[in-house]
């Protein structure tokens, strides 16, 4: 409602509201902006004030931000019959829009503004009404003349504030010649207004809006990264409503208001948003990735082009790497690529690694649902089964034949093992205690939380000495080890499940069947360490390509998932490493916990002071991307951080300083290998600071969590942690404990060190199956009553 007003906002200057001036359009015109960008409006000139050069478009600019300045304050209000005294009434620039001027321009997809009057509370506080101010506005005379405003957002009560966010807004002016251009977002917001609002039919609506947020999240849409504009996408979208669902009849004379250049189509019932736009990625995957051509020669490729009107696939004129026929450009002449993509050919591997992905997700989606119910797939989804795998071309399909092999000699695996089977394989794990950290109150809601390295299959094999472990091969084989593993996990009944070194192959066959299916419902998500390979050229690729990642479960009884968010800690040229996080609500019968994080990564190993400073980088690169995404979130945090709480001595002999551990607690590093670019950024945001509180161990209790026996040495520290994330202000105290949403109630007691002992390969073992050992906390989670 926010982002339409300010898009509204410009109708209220007086060089706008000239008659057959100026015209305005933009995604917010049709309701498919999203909140991932700016506001961009273009203003097109009528012919009677056409513009033809940069000085004349920065003239506009000029006048509109004058105008701007003089109009500084808009206030919508949200109850219809407002009596209140404004102050502001008396002056000229004051605007009050009430429910009834402005509910005729909302689109039936916009909240109901009938139902706000009544419905909006925040903090148990009535919102009366919205302030817009333009906090800045300035001019960027750059290869496009723009003018960017920053719009100062309020939601008031009648006492107080209750909630205050920016908007940004991006004005550019058209210097279009043709005079059809100049009414090309009008036809094309008419014909969405036509099956979006006056027929009904909000598919369309929720498709063109949900290639716009697939585009924006895999970073696919802006020219500066050679790929294709909002613009573009949302032809291209429309390509497969035409292509597939064209009338091959004529409409009547109705709606004449709303005619466009757009063809009609008839989009049967039983075609859902999600069909839709599962066909959408096929047809991406057809047209730009091509089932029987090597990966290595799709940017050479001259794909076939597009046309919008007739939904046909037409000859590449221009030969350009991606043709998308301009459906406004002048009769006569050679159609533009309305794509605006990737002349030079650099975004195309962006666009397939995208579309690859998505098509890998919508294949492990049709497996799961094949298993529990074959007669209920769609007969859309079943492109994705096991059966018609057509979309990997042979180079995929090559680079996965040792997987798939693997995969085949554990094909026991794909079994589901009950909790109760497990118990009666006699495995002997022994089950630690749980220790008391503080007393646990009759109203604590009490979660438990779990971080394990499995130890990734691929590093079981070892390579030399310092790669070998001492246990006998056979205890090492993934038979052997997998169902030791899944033991491990169940028998604590951890709510969230941290882990790492999980490969890829086996979250697929063996981690997530038997997890969402155990009784506690785990769901989960998976990221693979980056592979630097796929950001290089051929001739700068190295060997080595991880096969394993981070995992995080939860259970999905107790908890929602509402985001996903994953980043490389480096440069992706160089760097292996990632981090995963979740954000998740918990919520059982009447109690409702406010949304929270769930981080887990794995960083860098090596006992020496340079692995150290290499971890510190990737600790400073973490804390960057937490601020980034979580933003005052409260965090629980995970992972093997391959760092010792207190300085140790290697088996060389070398002093390795502790640098990790208290960076993390006091959220502040010191590493020569800083980004100082990411420094300044997080000090632009606030003058916030994220510290942790480490919850496992402490100088006296769980002071290892590996003791891995190597074939030359033995290392026993403690690498894997659990720790609560706080967001504190530089310039305030540590707040109350009463303000706390996680409080510790009880620990998972570290392995009696005479029972490892017993064991001379250490860990792993006979009885256990990773050199970690899982560690875990009970904690009591702040709730409200609803």
């Not at 808009?74 to 502001?88: A, G, V, W």
């Not at 090597?294 to 001259?302: A, F, H, R, T, V």
Request: with cysteine.
């Amino acid at each position: 409602l926010a982002r339409k007003l300010c898009f509204k906002y410009l109708s209220f200057i007086d060089i706008m509201k000239k008659q057959n001036g100026y015209y305005l359009f933009g995604s917010a015109k049709m309701g498919l902006d999203t909140h991932k960008s700016d506001l961009d409006v273009k203003i097109i000139p009528s012919k009677a004030n056409k513009i033809s050069n940069r000085q004349q478009c920065i003239e506009l600019l000029t006048v509109i931000k004058n105008e701007f300045l003089q109009l500084n304050l808009l206030e919508y209000t949200f109850k219809q019959n407002d009596n209140r005294n404004h102050d502001q009434n008396n002056n000229n620039n004051h605007i009050i829009i009430d429910m009834e001027d402005f509910k005729n321009d909302i689109d039936d997809n916009d909240v109901k503004l009938m139902e706000l009057q009544n419905k909006i509370h925040t903090s148990n506080k009535m919102i009366d009404s919205m302030i817009i101010r333009i906090s800045s506005i300035e001019i960027a005379d750059g290869v496009i003349p723009r003018s960017i405003l920053l719009f100062e957002v309020k939601l008031e009560s009648k006492r107080s504030v209750v909630m205050e966010f920016n908007i940004s807004m991006d004005i550019t002016v058209s210097i279009d010649t043709i005079g059809v251009e100049q009414m090309r977002d009008k036809h094309l917001a008419n014909w969405v207004n036509k099956y979006c609002k006056y027929n009904e039919d909000k598919r369309i609506h929720k498709f063109l809006f949900c290639v716009k947020l697939w585009a924006q999240h895999f970073k696919i849409n802006e020219s500066t990264s050679s790929t294709i504009n909002g613009y573009g996408w949302i032809h291209i979208a429309l390509f497969l409503l035409t292509n597939n669902y064209k009338q091959m009849i004529d409409n009547d004379d109705n709606n004449k208001e709303y005619e466009s250049m757009y063809p009609d189509i008839d989009i049967p019932k039983d075609i859902t948003t999600a069909k839709l736009f599962i066909l959408f990625i096929v047809m991406l995957h057809k047209w730009i990735c091509f089932d029987d051509t090597k990966e290595s020669n799709l940017e050479k490729i001259i794909r076939p082009g597009i046309n919008i009107i007739s939904g046909q696939w037409i000859d590449n004129i221009k030969q350009y790497a991606l043709f998308v026929l301009d459906p406004f450009c002048q009769s006569g002449h050679l159609p533009d690529n309305l794509a605006k993509c990737v002349r030079n050919r650099r975004g195309i591997p962006l666009m397939i690694n995208a579309i690859k992905s998505s098509v890998q997700q919508l294949q492990f989606g049709a497996d799961e649902a094949i298993k529990q119910n074959n007669d209920a797939i769609p007969k859309h989804i079943e492109f994705f089964n096991g059966k018609n795998r057509s979309l990997k071309s042979k180079q995929d399909k090559s680079k996965d034949a040792d997987e798939l092999k693997e995969q085949k000699e554990d094909d026991s695996t794909k079994d589901y093992v009950s909790w109760k089977q497990l118990q009666n394989l006699n495995l002997n794990i022994p089950k630690r205690k749980w220790v008391q950290h503080s007393s646990i109150t009759k109203d604590d809601k009490i979660i438990t939380i779990c971080q394990f390295n499995c130890l990734a299959q691929e590093l079981t094999g070892g390579h030399s000495e310092r790669t070998t472990f001492r246990t006998d091969k056979k205890y090492l084989t993934w038979n052997y080890r997998s169902k030791r593993i899944l033991y491990e996990i169940l028998q604590y009944k951890p709510d969230i499940i941290c882990l790492c070194e999980v490969d890829a192959i086996y979250f697929k066959n063996f981690y997530y069947p038997n997890l969402s299916k155990s009784s506690f419902k785990y769901d989960g998500v998976y990221l693979n360490k980056n592979n630097p390979n796929k950001h290089k050229t051929s001739s700068n690729k190295r060997s080595r390509s991880p096969k394993d990642g981070c995992a995080i479960f939860w259970n999905s009884t107790k908890f929602s998932c509402h985001d996903k968010y994953e980043c490389i800690l480096g440069k992706p040229k160089k760097a292996y490493h990632i981090a995963l996080a979740v954000r998740l609500t918990y919520k059982i019968k009447n109690n409702l916990s406010s949304q929270f994080d769930v981080w887990a990564t794995h960083l860098k190993a090596g006992r020496n002071n340079k692995a150290e400073e290499w971890r510190l980088s990737q600790v400073n690169t973490l804390l960057y991307y937490m601020k980034k995404f979580s933003n005052k979130v409260p965090i629980l945090f995970c992972g093997d951080l391959n760092a010792h709480f207190q300085p140790l001595i290697n088996d060389q002999g070398d002093i390795v300083d502790a640098k990790v551990y208290p960076a993390i607690l006091n959220g502040k590093v010191k590493s020569k290998y800083n980004n100082n670019k990411n420094d300044k950024q997080g000090k632009k945001r606030d003058n916030y600071v994220l510290k942790f509180q480490s919850v496992w161990n402490n100088d006296a209790r769980n002071t290892f969590s590996t003791w891995a026996g190597w074939s030359d040495r033995d290392v026993k520290c403690c690498l894997d942690y659990v720790m609560i994330g706080k967001w504190q202000r530089d310039d305030k105290l540590k707040n109350d404990d009463e303000d706390k949403m996680f409080k510790v109630r009880q620990i998972l007691d570290v392995w009696d060190e005479q029972e490892v002992q017993k064991f001379d390969c250490k860990l792993p073992n006979k009885i256990y199956p990773s050199d970690h050992i899982l560690i875990g906390a009970k904690i009591a989670i702040k709730t409200d009553s609803v």
